[in-house]
């Protein structure tokens, strides 16, 4: 249901908007080694949770949160998280909170439904908390309400009444969970989320209602206006981002004629068969790199310049792929007639290939361009490139569904390579 690109907060930061809205959150802070996390548990004075913080769920069944008693126990499980690796996730901080003593759990959350027949925000509530709600919609339906939400009138506190007194909550607690429910929207719609989750939102045994535990994902198309979130790179993985992902992004950030997009497969390239990868369009691109695959070789890198980029977003794209140690090729699959002028392709790759590629003898280079200007963009590439010492072929339309030949060429002209470096 999440159809565009999102990036995810850190557990801690969507609390913070949690909290701004009035929703309550448990008495905590972040740490960033043990000694911090020993002094915030001693300023909180009661038992605590320390948990990694780490875009990924499961962390309590990757042992990525542990419970303490005194602050000396909260270092000694914090030093133990901080030496983990979590689902692929090196920790880095770890959250700091009391220790809630619960009494019950419940879900509440909002999601962008992108389904055509629905194409609205749908909030979710659920009177059983701490799994996953696609779990309790599978085993208990009658446990879960939810509501459309027409944008224009938003949610208000006598909906999450409703929603969650179709599922047998208390009257007693009624109240709380409208305000909860109606602020959970809020800070879905002020931070342009695609999707919030409150799971669990705990009643604690003195009955206070408390979001346990939540995961928020803003639209990467948002990120631009929400400066206050500290968002690094607007993209969500599950890794980390490298230093060139960081790099990459800062291409695409304030410059929004077309797409300059680059993710790194392998930080490390360890073994041969990587080439460089960069593909125009998403289809086509796709044909492309499952066609490298298919011939024997791998992709060190996923790289998209479409929507009629200008020729410095190509340059700098093209660039990021040839810094990448141990690439064996640079194969650019712009397998599909392209609605862009693509001699601006041609002068940010001339650019780039004669900077980084005339101390590489024999560097295998495949270029397949079709589209608007395609005739000139080959031929500026043939005339400008031809004094480097490099393997290059160029294609055109009529190559467009030949990307299995392509790969071929591609394979054969890296085993080439590889002997003459030998």
């Known amino acids: 249901m999440e159809g565009s690109v999102t990036v995810r907060l850190f557990e801690y930061q969507g609390k913070e908007l949690l909290k701004s809205v009035g929703i309550p959150i448990p008495l905590g802070e ?21 948990k990694a913080q780490v875009w990924v769920g499961g962390r309590f069944k990757a042992g990525g949160i542990k419970f303490a008693e005194t602050p000396a126990q909260a270092k000694d499980a914090a030093a133990n998280i901080f030496s983990m690796t979590v689902k692929g996730f090196k920790v880095e901080k770890v959250l700091v909170e009391e220790k809630l003593d619960v009494q019950r759990e419940f879900y509440v959350g909002v999601i962008v439904n992108d389904s055509y027949k629905v194409k609205a925000p749908v909030v979710m509530f659920s009177s059983e908390g701490g799994v996953e709600i696609e779990e309790i919609a599978a085993k208990s339906p009658e446990k879960i309400s939810s509501l459309v939400v027409d944008i224009f009138r938003g949610v208000r506190v006598y909906d999450g009444y409703n929603l969650a007194l179709k599922v047998g909550v208390p009257t007693e607690l009624l109240a709380d969970m409208g305000n909860v429910i109606r602020n959970t929207y809020e800070v879905f719609r002020i931070y342009e989320a695609r999707t919030l989750e409150i799971n669990p939102l705990v009643l604690t045994k003195d009955e206070k209602i408390v979001a ?27 890794r980390p981002p490298s230093e060139l992902d960081r790099i990459a992004w800062k291409i695409e950030e304030s410059d929004y004629r077309g797409v300059a997009y680059f993710m790194q497969m392998v930080p490390e390239i360890k073994e041969q068969g990587y080439v460089g990868y960069h593909g125009i369009g998403g289809g086509g691109a796709l044909l492309g790199a499952d066609a490298l695959f298919r011939h024997g070789l791998k992709i060190a ?28 090729g640079y194969f650019l699959s712009g397998a599909c007639i392209a609605s862009q002028e693509q001699w601006h392709h041609a002068h940010g790759l001339v650019k780039a290939f004669r900077e980084d590629l005339k101390d590489r003898p024999g560097f295998p280079v495949i270029i397949l361009l079709a589209g608007n ?36 060429r591609m394979k054969a002209m890296v085993e080439e390579y590889r002997k003459s470096k030998r």
């Open 30 to 50: 972040v740490a960033s080694n043990p000694e911090e996390a020993e002094k915030i548990s001693e300023r909180i004075g009661k038992p605590v949770a320390v």
């Open 212 to 238: 346990a535990d939540c995961r928020v994902l803003i639209d990467d198309s948002a990120v631009p206006r929400h400066p206050e979130l500290g968002i690094e790179i607007a993209r969500e993985s599950d």
């Open 301 to 328: 890198n996923y790289a998209d310049t479409s929507g009629n980029p200008t020729a410095s977003k190509v340059y700098r794209i093209a660039k990021l792929i040839l810094s990448q140690p141990g690439i064996e």
């Open 373 to 408: 200007k395609e005739k000139e963009a080959l031929e500026i590439l043939k005339e400008e490139l031809k004094d480097l010492p490099i393997r290059l072929e160029l294609y055109g339309r009529e190559h467009v569904y030949d990307v299995d030949f392509l790969a071929e």
